[in-house]
Structures are given as C-alpha cells and as structure tokens.
C-alpha cells in the first residue's frame, strides 16, 4: 500500500505543471519534475547547485545569503525572476520552503518554480490598454467621463467634461 501511494505522489510530481525540485540544505539538486527541468535546463540538472542554475536568472551572493538565512529561518522565501534562454523570455515566480519545521526535520529545500510569463504579459498589455483609453478619452473633444466600479466611481473627466462641470471630478 506504502509502495502503491508513494508511486502515485512521484506520478504526480512529475506531471505537475509548475516546476518542483528538492535541493539538499547546501543547494545541491536531488529531486527534479520534468516542468522544472525544462524550464531550467533542458540538460541535465541533477546534482547540480541551485544556485547555478538560478545565477541564471541573474541573482548575484543575494540569493546564497537568502538560501541560507531560509536553512536558518524556515521562512519561505519569494523572488520573482527574468533570464533569457536563447530566444525564450521567462518570467519566473520561485517559492523555497524547507521541507520541515521540527527539529528532527530534513534539511531539504523545496522549491516552486512557476512560470509568469504569460500572466506579466496580460498585465502589461492591460496598463498599455488603460494608458490608451486615458489617453483617447483626454483628447476627445466632447465631455467624456470615465465611471468604474459598482458604486459608480466618476475615475477620470476631459478637459470638454470639466469645462460644462467644473469640480464635478
């Protein structure tokens, strides 16, 4: 049943959509899924350092001092991150943990790794759509009002809006 159980886990690991690996308390790679190696490197990555493989991302000594304050600490620790590979962008959103908090506990590291490219994408077409808007709405020449939200919010008026109600913004 033990066997059955732990089978089903590694199935699912490997087969996870965001990246997952275990790193030993000193950043050497022990355990990688398929989303985290092909994110990372294609390559081989196992027993490699984390820290190679996330220099990438371009973190200089912080993120040796922060992998070991997290070994001390226990807290989870958060970056966001941007590396070029080739041609590819990646956006990437790392969580570390360790993988226990008693004092008996493994001294692994468990890391997330998502990829935010397509999300950091949708964000900054939808800034560069609301700039638009503004910017479309201050240049027309009839009284435009912007109104948001459920409690009808007036967000922005024209210059042709302000000129029939002065103060009303």
Do not use: H
């Not at 159980?5 to 050497?28: C, K, M, S």
């Not at 040796?64 to 959103?93: F, I, N």
């Not at 900054?124 to 912007?146: C, H, K, N, Y």
């Amino acid at each position: 049943e033990l066997s059955r159980q732990r089978n089903r886990y590694q199935y699912l690991f490997d087969l996870a959509p965001d990246g997952y690996l275990a790193t030993d308390a000193g950043g050497i790679i022990q355990e990688v899924n398929r989303a985290a190696e092909t994110m990372l490197n294609p390559g081989d990555i196992f027993s490699s350092e984390i820290d190679d493989i996330v220099c990438g991302f371009g973190i200089p000594q912080e993120f040796t001092d922060r992998l070991s304050a997290l070994a001390r600490a226990g807290e989870p620790l958060k970056w966001e991150l941007r590396s070029t590979r080739g041609e590819a962008l990646l956006l990437a959103q790392i969580i570390a943990a360790r993988a226990g908090t008693s004092p008996n506990a493994d001294e692994s590291i468990l890391w997330l790794i998502r990829d935010i490219t397509g999300r950091k994408r949708a964000e900054d077409l939808g800034r560069i759509q609301r700039q638009l808007l503004e910017t479309a709405i201050m240049e027309m020449p009839i009284a435009v009002s912007l109104i948001r939200g459920s409690d009808l919010t007036l967000q922005l008026v024209n210059p042709a809006y302000e000129a029939i109600a002065p103060g009303k913004n």
